[in-house]
């Protein structure tokens, strides 16, 4: 049977319980793709997210974009990721760059 994790939400609101293994490999993914660009936009993180997986020859099963919001909201009630509120679109980066 897999290890499941329960995630946070920022706002303290219910949060789902995922695979340990998908959780891993996802945060893994988020984080790489902020040291790499610094701030990015959630399309932008998106993107740097499955370029991650095809370089890395990562076959991701299930929602990528899904998946990529639990975690990235995980990261963020983690204090691992900050949100930065702008216009025309929000912005993350990682706390430790």
Do not use: C
Not at 38 to 63: L, N, P, R, S
């Amino acid at each position: 049977m897999e290890e499941r994790i329960q995630l946070k939400h920022p706002a303290g609101k219910h949060a789902v319980t995922m695979a340990k293994e998908k959780y891993e490999v996802m945060s893994k993914a988020i984080i790489t793709s902020l040291e790499k660009h610094g701030e990015v936009t959630h399309t932008e993180m998106k993107e740097a997210v499955v370029d991650y997986f095809k370089k890395k020859k990562i076959k991701f099963e299930g929602a990528i974009e899904w998946f990529m919001e639990s975690v990235k909201l995980d990261l963020e009630a983690n204090k691992i990721i900050e949100r930065i509120s702008g216009k025309p679109a929000q912005k993350y980066k990682w706390r430790l760059s």
